[in-house]
């Protein structure tokens, strides 16, 4: 009876314990070190994707529930790529995670047929991931490629900040924002001020001509900014602040929300700039004022085959230009207002037609204007009117169309690949400024790119553009790219390019007049076309926890007709635009990476940039070459969490070319200057608060000495001056919160 009565409750006890669920349990640790990854994000839901919760693991990466069934679960955390898997009840798993530091298998899009992985592209792409902008604490393009090999930065008051990139200026760089070319070139460059890092996934650049899949303005490359997509939240907000001893003030938030297929994103931006000079003892600023707003918001449809995205971004600066005070009484001053306003609106399109075919079709409108008004100030009434001068007003105005549609065959390892194409791009510009107060220019191209893959290490892309433009005759434009992997660790890329530019509206009919510049068109210029080789050999090893490598880059650019500006009269500062009859840039770069993970990363490099700009070939000039040396270093205090970043670069002597209207060539050499920044950064609250501070401009560059350069058949331009890069050292901090819910990562 008693045996009896022991089994009925065994019996009963087990069925009360099948009644309910039992302890299951994740152990989440870095795949690299084993060490355990607290704070993740675990988000737990049944066979048929329903639900169930979501938890965040502990200091020792455990996360602990109840369960009577099989459950999918998502982790995901900072740093790390988000992995999915399953897990039985009563089961005590461990969860390897792989970290996402190593950036071989980073996709990039730029210039592709499909999106790859950096490593597989023909192109020889440079990516600048989100994390290393929030390192380095760049606030917009300038500051952040100012720091790049072989990218040389300049800056203006007024106009802004400016790169060239192998020798060669903005004019010659394709200004992407998720494949949309940016408008609102002054003087012939995009003031990277203007181009805010605060939404941005990810930058990728591409060194070398791509007109033949991007056109005009592509001689020298793309850059191309990919804004974010938070694809494996339910919603994400993100609120960050950033205050600058110059007198910087930014603030940006942005949210983002995921339904099922459909996901949506806000974001905003207020940057703030007090003005600087080096002697700051009158209303005039070196560095003009600034306020900036941006909003942006996107609508994201995800299905099986395709995706859609509707997009829409505004940008609104205004820029305050303060005159001296005049004599007698110094209590009136003239100032000037200069309003910029750019607005685009995007829809792109992706599909997967066939099984192996692919769709994209992009369609844009952008629109640009910049009004100037001045005013003269009663400082003892605070009274303004507008001055009566025809110079002293002006609204200049900017809209572009773009169409361009894709279709390409895409598969891993095919022999034979292509993707073909058309490109139509319209800008038009109105104006009193503008010749005949509105102008137009239009360019229509056709392009086809084959991708022959003859083995498994070895690859070619020759590719050709055909196009119609409404001003100039376009050549036919063609290049060839080739990839070979010598081993497993060591690729070798090659390319050859020939490039045309057609000149720009501004360039042809604008007369540009502010306090520091008049300039004015030149309607008779001639296109530019251009030739490029580059060869690069990249080797990279990878182990466990430590990975290094090794990268050299040489290329060679000439332009033909390249188009300058020329001085038409010093006592006027007046300028236009002319041809000279060639510009060659040659140089290299070589980089070495060395990792320890994860508390240590070191990047070194060495860059040399040659250039020389000939009005006539049968008179020899000289090829003067400018040194660039790049240090950074990456370290993490464990112990501690801390992560502290070092950022070194010598700036060397460059020239600079200037042209007088009889064709007689000067040039200048601005002297080398070395530039570090220092900070550190600290995650707080389950790395859902980042705080950092640093120092940037730590050797107080304000004004780099120029002097005259007499050698090598050109002419000395004669007599000093200074030109201005930088604001002195200046301190930093930098607040950013996020929070999010996770959502499962093949959730469509």
């Not at 607290?38 to 996360?63: I, R």
């Not at 290049?479 to 890329?493: F, G």
């Not at 926890?545 to 650019?557: K, V, W």
Request: proline residues 2%; aromatic residues 12%; hydrophobic residues 35%.
């Amino acid at each position: 009876m008693r045996y009896s009565n022991f089994i009925g409750l065994m019996m009963f006890l087990g069925l009360t314990f099948l009644g309910y669920g039992q302890e299951t349990s994740l152990v989440i640790q870095d795949a690299r070190t084993k060490e355990a990854v607290p704070f993740a994000h675990v988000l737990l839901s049944n066979l048929e994707g329903k639900l169930q919760h979501t938890l965040v693991s502990d200091l020792d990466g455990k996360v602990k529930f109840e369960t009577k069934s099989k459950l999918v679960f998502t982790v995901s955390s900072l740093g790390y790529r988000i992995l999915t898997d399953t897990v039985a009840s009563g089961e005590r798993k461990k969860v390897f995670l792989e970290p996402s530091v190593y950036n071989m298998d980073e996709v990039v899009v730029t210039g592709q047929f499909t999106p790859v992985a950096v490593d597989k592209s023909i192109f020889r792409v440079k990516v600048i991931g989100a994390r290393q902008i929030e390192q380095k604490a760049s606030n917009n393009l300038g500051d952040l490629m100012a720091g790049e090999l072989n990218i040389r930065s300049s800056f203006d008051g007024a106009l802004g900040s400016k790169i060239t990139m192998q020798g060669l200026g903005g004019e010659h760089i394709k200004f992407l924002i998720d494949g949309v070319p940016l408008i609102g070139r002054m003087n012939g460059n995009i003031d990277l001020g203007q181009l805010n890092l605060y939404n941005v996934k990810q930058i990728e650049v591409i060194e070398g001509p791509m007109s033949v899949i991007y056109g005009s303005n592509a001689l020298a490359g793309v850059i191309n900014i990919i804004t974010g997509e938070s694809k494996h939240t339910h919603y994400t907000t993100n609120a960050s602040s950033y205050i600058e001893s110059v007198g910087v003030y930014n603030f940006t938030a942005d949210a983002s929300v995921k339904k099922n297929k459909w996901l949506g994103s806000v974001a905003a931006a207020r940057n703030f700039f007090d003005g600087f000079s080096v002697e700051d003892n009158t209303r005039s600023k070196k560095w003009k004022p600034k306020r900036q707003y941006n909003a942006d918001a996107a609508l994201n449809y995800t299905g099986k085959d395709i995706k859609i995205r509707f997009s829409g971004a505004y940008f609104n600066e205004m820029l305050k230009d303060k005159g001296d005070l005049l004599k007698p009484y110094y209590e009136t001053a003239f100032d000037s207002d200069f309003k910029t306003n750019r607005f685009t609106a995007k829809a792109d399109a992706q599909a997967r037609v066939f099984k192996d075919r692919y769709l994209n079709v992009l369609a844009s409108y952008s629109f640009y204007n910049r009004i100037k008004n001045t005013y003269f100030i009663d400082l003892t009434t605070l009274d303004k009117t507008l001055t009566a001068n025809n110079y002293d007003q002006d609204t200049s105005k900017f809209g572009q169309y773009l169409l361009r549609a894709e279709f390409s065959k895409s598969t891993v390892n095919g022999k034979f690949n292509y993707q073909l194409g058309f490109d139509l791009n319209q800008e038009t510009g109105f104006g009193r400024r503008i010749l005949n107060e509105s102008q137009t220019i239009g360019d229509y191209a056709a392009f086809l790119s084959l991708k022959l893959q003859p083995g498994l290490r070895l690859m070619l892309q020759p590719g050709l553009r055909y196009g119609y433009n409404t001003k100039y005759k376009s050549p036919l434009v063609y290049s060839l790219n080739v990839k070979w992997d010598l081993m497993e660790d060591l690729s070798a890329r090659a390319s050859y390019a020939k490039g045309f530019r057609a000149p720009s509206l501004k360039e042809l009919y604008l007369e540009f007049v502010d306090v520091n510049h008049n300039i004015r068109g030149n309607e008779n210029l001639e296109a530019e076309d251009s030739h490029n080789v580059n060869l690069a050999f990249r080797y990279h090893k990878e182990k466990p926890s430590y990975d290094y490598g090794a990268e050299l880059n040489l290329f060679y650019n000439e332009i033909h007709n390249s188009i300058t500006l020329a001085t038409l009269s010093n006592e006027e500062a007046l300028y236009t635009y002319v041809n000279l009859d060639k510009l060659v840039t040659q140089g290299y770069q070589l980089t070495f990476n060395n990792r320890l993970y994860p508390w240590l990363e070191i990047k070194a490099g060495v860059g040399q940039t040659g250039r020389k700009q000939l009005q006539d070939e049968d008179i020899d000039v000289w090829m003067i070459y400018s040194t660039d040396i790049l240090g950074n270093i990456n370290y993490l205090w464990r112990r501690a969490d801390v992560r502290f970043g070092a950022y070194y670069k010598y700036n060397g002597a460059y020239p600079e070319v200037y042209v007088t209207q009889d064709g007689t060539v000067f040039r200048t050499i601005m002297a080398g200057y070395h530039t570090m920044d220092l900070n550190a950064s600290k995650s707080f609250f389950g790395q859902r608060l980042n705080a950092q501070i640093g120092v940037k401009n730590l050797f107080n560059n304000t004004n780099i000495a120029i002097k005259g350069d007499s050698g090598g058949g050109i002419h000395s331009g004669g007599g000093g001056g200074t030109s201005p890069v930088g604001w002195g050292r200046t301190f930093f901090v930098r607040l950013a919160f996020q929070f999010q819910k996770i959502s499962r990562s093949n959730e469509n």
